[in-house]
């Protein structure tokens, strides 16, 4: 019997999505909610400098461009960067750079920020330890981290062909991020992505994870 390895999804894959990703409404409702819920909890600022990490399309830091100072706008996939630097030409978003960034083999941008968002790229992630450290040090004292990603699941969101994490479980994710030198961290429900399933209709519930780094 032959068995397949499940593949993961590089950046040739989301290069392929990049054009039709935000025809999806769930992807832009989420975008939108976890938006809502960062603006809740970290005291957005016109100066505030921000790193959206996996951007994608740019669904979560579009509706904050108008709260925030400088953003870039990071991701693995040239298309889905492609994608941003076309509606930032056309909305004229004069606060917005794109970089073509994967952390986990690329040097990191020299700069400091005072926010770090991610929104569902952090299960794509395979060894997600160096990220936090990563993000950690990309962080000016007093920086905000803020993760959005899918509670610990069966598996079943992605498939079985599908290599990711399955979801996280938010006590573990907790730790190694105050093991990264995170403090302050919490956790909230801000989505669920409800998929059909054999089984009937199931929900993906969504967390938000926000920590600020506090040593100099
Ligand atoms: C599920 S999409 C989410 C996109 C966007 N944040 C959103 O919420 O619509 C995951 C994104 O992470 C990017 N990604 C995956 N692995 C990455 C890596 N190692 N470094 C940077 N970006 C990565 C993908 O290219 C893709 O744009």
């Excluded at 999806?24 to 600022?45: D, Y």
């Excluded at 076309?86 to 073509?100: H, L, P, R």
Aim: charged share 25%.
């Amino acid at each position: 019997m032959t068995s397949t390895q499940p593949t993961r999804l590089d950046a040739a894959h989301f290069d392929t999505k990049a054009r039709q990703w935000d025809e999806n409404p769930v992807f832009q409702e989420r975008g939108r909610k976890i938006a809502e819920a960062i603006r809740k909890t970290a005291p957005l600022r016109r100066g505030m400098s921000a790193l959206d990490y996996g951007c994608g399309t740019g669904l979560l830091s579009f509706p904050l461009k108008d709260e925030l100072g400088a953003i870039l706008m990071a991701d693995s996939s040239s298309g889905m960067l492609e994608v941003v630097n076309e509606k930032i030409a056309a909305q004229g978003v004069g606060n917005m750079a794109t970089m073509k960034l994967d952390l986990l083999v690329d040097p990191p941008p020299t700069q400091r920020f005072d926010l770090i968002v991610t929104a569902m790229t952090l299960h794509h992630v395979p060894d997600t330890n160096p990220i936090l450290r990563i993000f950690h040090d990309l962080l000016q004292p007093g920086g905000y981290l803020c993760i959005a990603d899918l509670d610990k699941e069966d598996g079943s969101f992605h498939g079985p062909e599908i290599d990711v994490h399955h979801g996280f479980d938010r006590a573990d994710l907790g730790l190694r991020a105050a093991n990264a030198g995170f403090a302050a961290v919490q956790f909230q429900t801000v989505f669920s992505i409800a998929k059909a399933r054999e089984t009937g209709t199931r929900d993906y519930p969504v967390f938000l994870m926000t920590a600020r780094r506090t040593n100099l």
